[in-house]
């Protein structure tokens, strides 16, 4: 009986990378439900804030410190499904609760955007357009 021995070398693996492989840590969807609060505003006690639930989103015009509240917007919210950004959709407004509002939209849509922790939309008031930034407040 013969003993055959085999040796191997030169087998070892390496990769060419970056070196960062395993270290990035995985985007997730983001949770956009939850109380919004404008961060652009020109006034302290004057503002728009944004409640997102369910597939609804109702955004307020608060002032007095947050003592009056007006409807400037309900309509329809669509979950982001993945974590690329900017995210954007395209809410319809809910005219069933918007007509009756004195200082709500009468848009039929509004297209609003979240990127970086930041949800944004047009809005218009006596003739003045500006871009609205809400941060998702804790």
């Not at 400037?72 to 919210?77: E, L, N």
């Not at 995210?87 to 009468?106: F, G, I, P, V």
Request: proline share 3%.
């Amino acid at each position: 009986m013969a003993l055959i021995i085999t040796i191997f070398t030169g087998c070892s693996s390496t990769s060419k990378g970056s070196g960062n492989e395993g270290n990035t840590p995985e985007k997730e969807i983001p949770d956009l439900t939850g109380e919004w609060k404008q961060e652009n505003s020109n006034s302290e006690d004057s503002y728009q804030s944004a409640t997102i639930s369910g597939d609804t989103i109702e955004i307020y015009w608060v002032t007095d410190n947050g003592d009056t509240k007006s409807l400037y917007w309900a309509g329809t919210f669509e979950a982001p499904t993945t974590a690329d950004e900017p995210y954007s959709w395209d809410s319809k407004n809910d005219h069933s609760k918007t007509e009756s509002a004195m200082l709500a939209s009468s848009d039929d849509t509004k297209t609003m955007t979240y990127e970086k922790g930041e949800l944004s939309y047009e809005a218009s008031a006596m003739g003045t357009t500006t871009t609205v930034r809400l941060k998702k407040q804790k």
